[in-house]
């Protein structure tokens, strides 16, 4: 991952889990944590600084906070652009990496390959 997103956002948990956003559109800590590697409660801290400023929404889905970007606010846009920017530059490889998770459901019936 670049440095330079690391240093726009402050660190890189929250580099990773802007990139995360941008490509899974919500997220909830739990799960952010356990595909980007690193802590809840790091995860969990960054999602409320986020939510705190304006570019991120939280809502409970059962007990469950989930967040995802802001359309609302007038920054969210021009953020994601810039998070684009990025994660295009990625390489297929670091993506694939980076997202390995699937988070759409599979057809019924859908023979699982390995």
Request: glycine share 6%; hydrophobic share 40%.
């Amino acid at each position: 991952m670049d440095n330079l997103l690391e240093t726009l956002f402050g660190n890189r948990t929250a580099a990773k889990l802007m990139l995360y956003l941008f490509h899974y559109d919500s997220a909830y800590p739990t799960g952010a944590a356990t595909d980007l590697g690193v802590a809840v409660n790091q995860v969990q801290r960054q999602l409320e600084k986020f939510e705190a400023a304006g570019l991120l929404l939280s809502t409970l889905i059962g007990r469950t906070r989930v967040y995802s970007f802001n359309a609302k606010h007038p920054a969210t846009e021009r953020v994601r652009a810039l998070i684009q920017l990025f994660y295009e530059s990625m390489s297929s490889k670091d993506r694939e990496k980076m997202f390995h998770a699937r988070r759409r459901p599979r057809r019924r019936g859908k023979p699982v390959v390995e």
